[in-house]
């Protein structure tokens, strides 16, 4: 019992210090590591497996709706970025550049993608000749690079992994179609796998993606009431598709420019599951994307025939579940504390007395609740209590949000929550960059999120200026 | 039929001119694009597609072994790659170097990663304390960077997708056997899922791997008799852990240095598949990774009933096999052609006299043949077609490889055989890197391949100094 109670004060709490919280689970549960490059992370086996598994899930539901994979180069030449100029001035900044290439000075510097529009774009150029050739849906799964100055694991790397979708389209029509597709794709994958809810819609002018019309985002709360952007799909209209000159013969037989989309989310998806789930002892991970379902812990190993039903039980739940089996010599106190930490759904606790009952224990993750059930029932039964635990994690994480969630009217009731609860303020807006820039300002950082699909009629003037609504918006703090 | 036509006649033949007959496969069965970097490819979706069913099968077979996966960052500090001596001297010269970061010069410049034994040593030595913590066994999926003067399509890019495995062990013994064990793993994959037939062994130290005491290496021999260093395995013995100062608490409780290997292949595999198995109608893909295993094609389309039951057919397929249904209005000489072009392993057509009789015709891609076949047992024949085309397209690969393996017991053979026919042959060699070098000088290019695991006595002397001969080597040239 040492070892365990040494690993669980080792966590500092969630409500005493939610950020040093953050990067003990980080480390204590093994996701990731640092590495020489400042903001470049190592992904330990643990933290990998979730993201394999996250891959595993979006990466179906993306190729259902008849998306491609491809891959681009990660090097883009610096005239190619140039082309859209939106897009440059948004990410020339943040690029890492390549300046010698073997031995020799490069004649043009290359930019390590910081995204790859122009990639994809330069591309579709060349593939692209009649309306028979759309629509193309493309995807890759890759690593980007954004030199970042301040750096925190999963949710600001200068290094890090994700999807890119980009797609070419024959209408305006389509393509703003695809991009709403894809933000319910994502939105589907938050409720369903991740067990997250979050509120979604549009974002303002200035908090658009570079070189975008509009740009859609779906934004997940923390436990903690801050915001992270959870991710985003864009429509490009032709902006693109006549920076880069593509152009596509009708049905008309005349020549047009295609419409275009892209879309993408992140390992800062981790990030996401960690803060909304997480609590004092540690992760809490869906059950979906868990790299272990079920962690089966004999109790009194040394006693006959323990060890032996262990593995019977491992090899029933095998079928059906991801499972491990600790036979170490680690006290069961320690394997608690450690299963609790990784985030395990449930743990299924067999002893010389459950042997006797023909039971075992099943003890869920996310409540501690404790099921004593038949062994001959325990497949169906784990696979019953998983589906609770996904319920009920994205049910408390609901009621979180809901409860952090507040109406202004006023700008002084607006600065006000936004300066001591934090969380989401619903508040009216009157469309100018200028309000957001001010709120901004007097709240210490409370930015719009999204402008929702279904918007509530809270009063007639914007929060801000007075002048008369156009929108309602959720505002926030944000990772 | 004119499509088709000019479809098949736009391909070099494969005897007339075997590299333009390669890059025109990669170009009509639209697998790569080139991007205006030099030496980085487009993977296009058909192309990428094979590489994810090459992924999947591989990645399957590693963790069965126990391996995880894991992912290290892409930039390496150049003081970092400089702590191995051989190991930089081998890959420094071919580095693609980031200076510039954000707006402003690095500090210190950062090498794209070529491979990264350096940024796995960095990793260990921090999450290995005591024997307890070993073997660690890892891989990676991703990107690396090579800057080459001259490239081709998979089989040398200055960028190219790969894995790289790297594990700790406690004894040299278990990191000999497991850089053995996953040799096995690439010999079972080419054999039993690219269907491709290899020479297997250990090369000379000139042949080396920058850093290691001991490479393995798989060797296919492509249709033109040239060889293709398919992947290879490493052992390090302590020399890595050494340089990195990786220490480990024994199981005597002093400090000792682990013994450490890394094994790859890459994307060059698919330069391997076409070269291998392609002929004049362009690609032959191997069944079990073939993005599409069936395509089911219509014919007499507009015909009552035709593309409803050729739909019956696809969804019938679809339960066991990656099938797709064509009902273009292309002609069907044009589709055949193109599922050609493709390497498609069979294609089935339906049409209404086919309907009349309830039958179907099942053609094979690798020699032709038709095979009418009842709509009932469609799937049974399917399944067995496609295990006959693995299997007829690894004996004749083999076979191509026999015809092509020659013995050479004296110098004047050994040129004339290497400056004439091509393909491996096998001599004896006293064992100095002097014969290897004036070997391949004399003869344009031919290089040791392998000492293969059980040696012939082909002569008692080295082939080309005459003193006495250590090893029988298998000889070639290689892309």
């Given amino acids: 019992m040492a070892n365990n109670k040494k690993m669980v004060e080792a966590i500092t709490g969630r409500d005493e210090d939610f950020a040093k919280w953050y990067t003990d689970i980080v480390k204590k549960a093994e ?39 491809v891959y681009m180069p990660m090097f883009i030449p610096e005239s190619l970025l ?83 979708g980009h797609t070419v389209h024959e209408t305006a029509e389509e393509a703003k179609e695809e991009t709403l597709r894809m933000l319910r794709v994502y939105e ?95 992760l809490v991970l869906p059950p979906k994307i868990s790299p272990i379902q079920v962690a089966v812990l004999p109790i009194a190993m040394h006693k006959e025939g323990v060890l032996e039903k262990a593995g019977e039980l491992k090899d029933m739940l095998s079928k059906k579940f991801r499972v ?35 039971q075992c224990v099943i003890v869920r993750r996310d409540n501690r609740e404790k099921i004593f059930t038949p062994i001959d029932s325990l497949v169906e039964t784990v696979e019953k209590t998983l589906q609770d635990i996904h319920d009920a994690m994205y049910e408390k994480a609901l009621k979180n949000m809901q409860e952090k969630t507040h109406v202004a009217t006023t700008l002084d009731e607006f600065v006000e929550i936004g300066k001591s609860e934090g969380g989401f303020i619903k508040a009216m807006w009157c469309g100018e960059t200028e309000c957001e820039e001010k709120l901004k300002e007097i709240t210490g950082g409370v930015k719009s999120r999204c402008i929702p699909f279904e918007e509530e009629h809270l009063a007639d003037t914007c929060v801000c200026c007075g002048k008369p609504a156009k929108h309602m918006v959720y505002w926030g703090k944000q990772y």
Same sequence: chains 1, 2.
């Fill in 82 to 164: 140039q082309k859209e100029k939106d897009h440059v001035e948004g990410f020339a900044p943040e690029c890492a550049w390549v300046t010698v290439g073997g031995q020799e000075k490069l004649a043009e510097r290359l930019c390590v993608r910081p995204t790859s529009e122009t990639l994809f774009c330069e591309h579709y150029k060349k593939v692209i000749e009649t309306y028979r050739d759309l629509p193309k849906l493309y995807n890759q799964w890759c690593s980007v690079v954004r030199w970042e100055k301040t750096t925190r694991p999963f949710l600001r790397n200068s290094e890090f992994l994700w999807q890119e």
């Fill in 31 to 69: 996701l990731v590591d640092y590495s020489s490059v400042k903001g470049c992370m190592v992904f330990r086996p643990y933290g990998y497996a979730i993201w394999e598994n996250i891959q595993k899930d979006m990466d179906r539901r993306f190729k259902e709706t008849g998306v491609e994979n």
């Fill in 188 to 282: 589907d994958f938050y409720r369903d796998t991740l067990a997250i809810p979050a509120v979604v819609g549009r974002k303002t002018e200035k908090e658009r993606f570079a070189g975008a019309e509009e740009t859609y985002t779906i934004e997940p709360m923390m436990h903690n009431g801050v915001a992270l952007q959870g991710g985003t799909s864009h429509y490009f209209g032709d902006g693109f598709a006549k920076s880069f000159d593509i152009k596509f013969q009708g049905r008309d037989n005349k020549l047009h420019y295609p419409h275009q989309t892209s879309w993408g989310v992140s390992t800062r998806m981790i990030g996401a599951i960690i803060m909304v789930h997480g609590d004092d002892d540690g």
């Fill in 324 to 358: 491990k089996l600790d036979d170490s010599d680690h006290a069961p106190g320690w394997k608690f504390a450690e299963y609790e930490m990784k985030g395990v759904p449930v743990r299924v606790e067999i002893g010389p007395k459950d042997i006797e009952k023909g």
